[in-house]
């Protein structure tokens, strides 16, 4: 019997390690940001996916801005659809669907460029074009501020971070006070103004630009330079007016002058701040 018997433990130790080492392989249909840039064109999809936070903001800006304010009549009969608290200027509406969905998609799209970020000053020396590569970090940082700006309009103080974090990480951060949060938005936007093409072709039509950059910042002055009102929200009673107007001024000047359409003046007046 000694033969069989070694004959067990022999294909046992083969069977042992072969299966460790197919455990320990890597699914290739498994894709995560350690695997995925590989080439320069992943830069590009994983921008886009910076990018697809935006897709319900148009949505967004009906539902809490333009909601609360004179230009819509939003009630109903029974006084129970999602927008009635929101028109209402209720207190009690952390969890109404409009308001998670703003907190949720915002910090998503910022989860999403610290990500890119990352990936950029890691592999982003695969990006030969010198000015592309600070192009992409440009549209990035722009989103992540566009973002933070959404959330302080909305929230006032939110939890602030130039990295990704795990969700047991994301559990202890804490909200930063409102000058905090503008500070990196400042940042953020004055690197895009400074890094974007004032235009692109075809092909990149929609993207980030110089003067899209310098638009949002001058609507960020606007914002800081409104009241305070006692409740921590996006104003500051700074008086910036003047740092609106110039930037305004010179995107008239260019004639590049981007889609702001998108802030209707009901967007410029501060939320009740919300807490979640």
Known sequence: MKPYTYLIIFLGA??????????????????????????????????????????????????????????????????????????????????????????????????????????????????????????????AKFLRAFYYFDL??????????????????????????????????????QFAADNLPEAYAAADKGRATKFAAKGILALVHLMRSAPTYDIKGPGLGLNEYSQALALLNEIVASGNIPSLHLFPISSLTPMRTIVK
């Open 14 to 139: 083969i069977i042992a390690t072969g299966c460790a080492k197919d455990l320990n392989q890597q699914p290739i249909s498994s894709l995560t940001t350690q695997n995925f840039y590989l080439q320069p064109a992943d830069f590009t999809q994983g921008l886009n996916a910076v990018y697809n936070s935006l897709r319900t903001y148009p949505d967004r800006i009906l539902n809490l801005s333009e909601t609360r304010s004179d230009n819509l009549y939003a009630v109903s009969d029974g006084g129970v659809r999602d927008w009635e608290g929101i028109n209402s200027f209720h207190k009690t509406i952390a969890g109404n669907p409009y308001v998670i969905e703003a907190w949720n998609t915002d910090f998503i799209g910022i989860y999403r460029a610290n990500e890119f970020l990352l990936a950029l000053q890691n592999r982003g020396s695969i990006i030969t074009d010198e000015a592309l590569r600070k192009r992409y970090e440009a549209e």
């Open 152 to 189: 302080v309009k909305i929230f006032g103080r939110v939890p602030v971070t130039e990295k990704a974090v795990s969700p047991e990480e994301a559990r202890q951060l804490q909200r930063s006070e409102v000058s905090k949060v503008y500070e990196l938005i400042l940042q953020d936007l």
